[in-house]
T-cell receptor, first 109, second 114 residues
Framework: GQNIDQPTEMTATEGAIVQINCTYQ??????LFWYQQHAGEAPTFLSYNVLDGLEEKGRFSSFLSRSKGYSYLLLKELQMKDSASYLCAVGNYGQNFVFGPGTRLSVLP | DSGVTQTPKHLITATGQRVTLRCSPRSGDLSVYWYQQSLDQGLQFLIQ???????AKGNILERFSAQQFPDLHSELNLSSLELGDSALYFC?????????????FGDGTRLSIL
C-alpha cells in the first residue's frame, strides 16, 4: 500500500521562510509532486522531483530523498497570497497518484 | 487556465436524484482522473481512465460510475444521491497517466444535495 504523511497546519509570518515536510511509503516510486490549493479552488501544480536533490523554481524549492522517503517544499519570502493548502502527491508505476492529506499554511502579517 | 474543462460549475439537486458531471481533458492528454473533495477534506481518488479504458479504481461507491469516450472526454455519473455526496468533484488529466507526469485539474463541479 501507500501512505503519505504531512503536518496538518502551519503558521508563518509574511516575508519569512517555511518548510513543509512530506514523508511517504510506496512501491514503484515514479516521482513526487507538490500542489498548491486555495480554499474552494482547484489544485495547481508546483513542482516535480524524481531524482534526489533540490529543485528550485523562483520562491519555491522542493527537495527529495528517495532512500528516506522524504520530501519538503520550501517557500521563501512568504506573501499573504501563499496562504493555502499544500498537497504532496506520489506517482508510481502502478497507475495512479496518491495525494497526501495536505498542509494548511496560514501567512500572518 | 489548466486547459481542463468541467461542466457544470455548480449543481444543486435533491436526495435520490441522479446527476452527470462532464470533463474535457487538456489537448493531447489521454488520461483522466476523478476526485471527490468534501469540505475541509483531502482529495479522494475515485477512478482513472486512459484512452477510453479504466486503469485504476479508488474508493468509488457502487452508486457512482464513469466512462471515457472516444473523443477522450469523460463523464462521472452519480445516482441515488445522498446528503453526504455534497462535495467538490474535480477532474484532472495527464498525458500518459503513468505517474511520472503532473496532473492538471479542472475548476471542479460543486455539488450540493438538499
Amino acid at each position: 500500500g501507500q501512505n503519505i504523511d504531512q503536518p496538518t497546519e502551519m503558521t508563518a509570518t509574511e516575508g519569512a521562510i517555511v518548510q513543509i515536510n512530506c514523508t511517504y511509503q510506496t512501491s514503484g516510486f515514479n516521482g513526487l509532486f507538490w500542489y498548491q490549493q486555495h480554499a474552494g479552488e482547484a489544485p495547481t501544480f508546483l513542482s516535480y522531483n524524481v531524482l534526489d536533490g533540490l529543485e528550485e523554481k523562483g520562491r519555491f524549492s522542493s527537495f527529495l530523498s528517495r532512500s528516506k522517503g522524504y520530501s519538503y517544499l520550501l517557500l521563501k519570502e512568504l506573501q499573504m497570497k501563499d496562504s493555502a493548502s499544500y498537497l504532496c502527491a506520489v506517482g508510481n508505476y502502478g497507475q495512479n497518484f496518491v495525494f497526501g492529506p495536505g498542509t494548511r499554511l496560514s501567512v500572518l502579517p | 487556465d489548466s486547459g481542463v474543462t468541467q461542466t457544470p460549475k455548480h449543481l444543486i439537486t435533491a436526495t435520490g436524484q441522479r446527476v452527470t458531471l462532464r470533463c474535457s481533458p487538456r489537448s493531447g492528454d489521454l488520461s483522466v482522473y476523478w476526485y471527490q473533495q468534501s469540505l475541509d477534506q483531502g482529495l479522494q481518488f475515485l477512478i482513472q481512465y486512459y484512452n477510453g479504458e479504466e486503469r485504476a479504481k479508488g474508493n468509488i461507491l457502487e452508486r457512482f460510475s464513469a466512462q471515457q469516450f472516444p473523443d477522450l472526454h469523460s463523464e462521472l455519473n452519480l445516482s441515488s444521491l445522498e446528503l453526504g455526496d455534497s462535495a467538490l468533484y474535480f477532474c484532472a488529466s495527464s498525458a500518459t497517466g503513468t505517474g511520472n507526469q503532473p496532473q492538471h485539474f479542472g475548476d471542479g463541479t460543486r455539488l450540493s444535495i438538499l
